[in-house]
């Protein structure tokens, strides 16, 4: 299962062994341009896809079809009649993790279940199978403790071995079976709530964003755990996400020309065009003027 790209950003790719079969893929863009990923991948592998931040397309029979992936959203993709080689591309300032295991691996994890677990039937064994789905609090903080792991490389394996069997656990959960007084998510569970809600009003008010403190207040959380919280989900600082949001609107808006400099520097907040032609510098390393000029 080679690993090309036409890109090689670094950083693109981190491959993590759990055991035969069974695989953590870890792909971030942190570039400014969007990453291909071509991998082959053959008919007895299930694949799990779970956008962690920013946007993934994947593409299918040579870009005949496309099937887009957000930010907490999740794939399955399974078919045991043909290959299904990955063909992505990340968009700038995206992550994404892929779980993929055979078919004969996850069978020995839930023999038990096969009626519960849906392609794993007697009726749908030779079936192909695709679901996508939110990703859940639990499997969020899973997905961001993957992404910003701060381990010795001794332990690591360990980890995302742990992790990597956490994460199937949690996706496959039925909730009406879950006892939710003792679930030891449910606080984590709330945070995540209120950080993901925090996520959408700076995004919502981006032109005049709260105060940090302001924001903790309105989504009922203290500032520390805000200031935690969300750099642990989205990988940044509060206002250090709401910038990159802000360029990448700033980079799509330009691209698309229907408006000039000053009005995309007024769409995003800027009260004047030298300001947002220096935070536009600061985050692509050129002016906009010279970006517009480099798509022509």
Same mark, same amino acid.
């Given at each position: 299962?080679?690993?090309?790209?036409?890109?090689?950003?670094?950083?693109?790719?981190?491959?993590?062994?759990?055991?035969?079969?069974?695989?953590?893929?870890?792909?971030?863009?942190?570039?400014?341009?969007?990453?291909?990923?071509?991998?082959?991948?053959?008919?007895?592998?299930?694949?799990?896809?779970?956008?962690?931040?920013?946007?993934?397309?994947?593409?299918?029979?040579?870009?005949?079809?496309?099937?887009?992936?957000?930010?907490?959203?999740?794939?399955?993709?399974?078919?045991?009649?043909?290959?299904?080689?990955?063909?992505?591309?990340?968009?700038?300032?995206?992550?994404?993790?892929?779980?993929?295991?055979?078919?004969?691996?996850?069978?020995?994890?839930?023999?038990?279940?096969?009626?519960?677990?849906?392609?794993?039937?007697?009726?749908?064994?030779?079936?192909?199978?695709?679901?996508?789905?939110?990703?859940?609090?639990?499997?969020?903080?899973?997905?961001?403790?993957?992404?910003?792991?701060?381990?010795?490389?001794?332990?690591?394996?360990?980890?995302?071995?742990?992790?990597?069997?956490?994460?199937?656990?949690?996706?496959?959960?039925?909730?009406?079976?879950?006892?939710?007084?003792?679930?030891?998510?449910?606080?984590?569970?709330?945070?995540?709530?209120?950080?993901?809600?925090?996520?959408?009003?700076? /995004?919502?008010?981006? &032109?005049?964003?709260?105060?940090?403190? #302001?924001?903790?207040?309105?989504? +009922?959380?203290?500032? *520390? $755990?805000?200031?935690?919280?969300?750099?642990?989900?989205?990988?940044?600082?509060?206002?250090?996400?709401?910038?990159?949001?802000?360029?990448?609107?700033?980079?799509?808006?330009?691209?698309?020309?229907?408006?000039?400099?000053?009005?995309?520097?007024?769409? /995003?907040?800027?009260? &004047?065009?030298?300001?947002?032609?220096? #935070?536009?510098?600061?985050?692509? +390393?050129?002016?906009? *003027? $010279?970006?517009?000029?480099?798509?022509?």
């Amino acid at each position: 299962m080679e690993i090309t790209t036409k890109n090689n950003a670094v950083g693109i790719l981190e491959e993590t062994k759990i055991d035969e079969g069974f695989y953590i893929l870890k792909f971030q863009n942190e570039s400014t341009e969007d990453q291909s990923v071509v991998r082959d991948i053959d008919s007895s592998y299930i694949q799990f896809h779970f956008g962690v931040k920013g946007a993934v397309t994947f593409s299918f029979n040579n870009g005949s079809y496309t099937i887009p992936l957000r930010e907490e959203n999740s794939l399955l993709l399974y078919n045991p009649t043909r290959d299904l080689p990955m063909n992505l591309a990340l968009q700038p300032n995206s992550w994404l993790i892929t779980v993929l295991i055979s078919i004969k691996k996850f069978h020995a994890l839930f023999s038990n279940e096969a009626g519960y677990i849906p392609f794993l039937s007697e009726e749908n064994r030779d079936k192909k199978y695709y679901k996508d789905a939110q990703v859940s609090p639990s499997m969020a903080i899973v997905l961001n403790q993957l992404m910003n792991y701060n381990l010795h490389s001794s332990v690591k394996f360990l980890y995302f071995k742990g992790k990597a069997y956490e994460l199937l656990s949690l996706y496959f959960n039925r909730p009406a079976d879950a006892n939710v007084e003792q679930c030891p998510y449910l606080e984590d569970e709330e945070n995540v709530l209120k950080i993901r809600k925090a996520k959408k009003i700076i /995004i919502d008010r981006m &032109t005049e964003p709260p105060t940090l403190q #302001a924001l903790a207040t309105e989504i +009922g959380l203290p500032l *520390k $755990k805000l200031k935690e919280g969300f750099k642990q989900i989205y990988g940044e600082p509060v206002y250090a996400f709401l910038f990159d949001y802000k360029m990448e609107v700033a980079r799509q808006l330009l691209a698309e020309g229907s408006q000039n400099v000053n009005e995309v520097g007024l769409r /995003i907040g800027y009260s &004047t065009a030298s300001h947002f032609i220096a #935070a536009f510098k600061k985050k692509y +390393g050129t002016t906009p *003027k $010279k970006y517009l000029m480099g798509l022509s």
